[in-house]
């Protein structure tokens, strides 16, 4: 079992639409919980990070942490072609481990 | 904005060839990691520092990879002999262990012929 497991897509959704991505997570003693985002032929970027269970928005975004089920999600509002990218879950027990990530294609 | 600056961008070189990969993370970052990626396996662990010292390197194929910080401002990813299966974008990427936010260089886009 990997560490961290994402399914890879690709999910297509119209824009406007809420776009969901789900991750789950193997080691429970990890403690902080990350979304990135990675444009094709780009480096990762943070966009989201949490901490406790429960939900964390900040603005379009939302995570949502639940960690009796090692479970991590990114709601995705109103979700625009530019939010075409692959989205990486990242968890944090000591070292970063990365999920394989998930494609999101946002059509027009 | 600071950054975390990688050299080469892109590397061609010759299965048996050794390569250099360099990063120099930001500027009073203490935390620094190398990760591979490649389309079968995504983002893959290989080595991380904190202020300076290897604190795991065991995603790393000991045999042919190496990774030091010889200094705060440059950390090295070395391969020798490369073999195609090494091709991969190698990413570095810094932090402060007080602070969970990374930042990830450009990469190093490695073919292996």
């Known amino acids: 079992q990997k560490e961290v497991e994402q399914n890879s897509g690709p999910l297509s959704v119209p824009e406007g639409a809420i776009a969901s991505l789900n991750c789950t997570y193997s080691d429970r003693v990890s403690q902080s919980f990350f979304w990135y985002r990675q444009y094709s032929g780009k480096s990762p970027e943070l966009i989201m990070s949490?901490?406790?269970?429960g939900d964390k928005e900040d603005g379009r975004f939302t995570a949502q942490l639940n960690k009796a089920s090692q479970y991590v999600s990114l709601l995705i509002r109103d979700s625009q072609p530019s939010d075409s990218a692959t989205y990486l879950c990242a968890v944090k027990p000591g070292k970063l481990i990365f999920g394989q990530g998930t494609e999101l294609s946002v059509k027009p | 904005d600071a950054r975390v600056t990688q050299t080469p961008r892109h590397k061609v070189t010759e299965m048996g060839q050794e390569v250099t990969m360099r990063c120099q993370p930001i500027?009073?970052?203490?935390?620094v990691f190398w990760y591979r990626q490649t389309m079968m396996q995504g983002l893959e662990l290989l080595a991380y520092?904190?202020?300076?010292?290897?604190?795991?390197d065991s995603g790393m194929p000991k045999d042919r990879f190496s990774a030091e910080m010889p200094d705060a401002t440059l950390a090295t990813l070395k391969i020798q002999p490369s073999e195609p299966r090494d091709s991969a974008v190698y990413f570095c990427a810094s932090g402060l262990s007080t602070d969970v936010r990374y930042t990830f260089g450009s990469g190093t886009r490695l073919t292996v012929v």
């Open positions: 520092f904190r202020n300076r010292a290897p604190l795991d």
């Open positions: 500027l009073g970052h203490n935390t």
């Open positions: 949490i901490y406790s269970n």
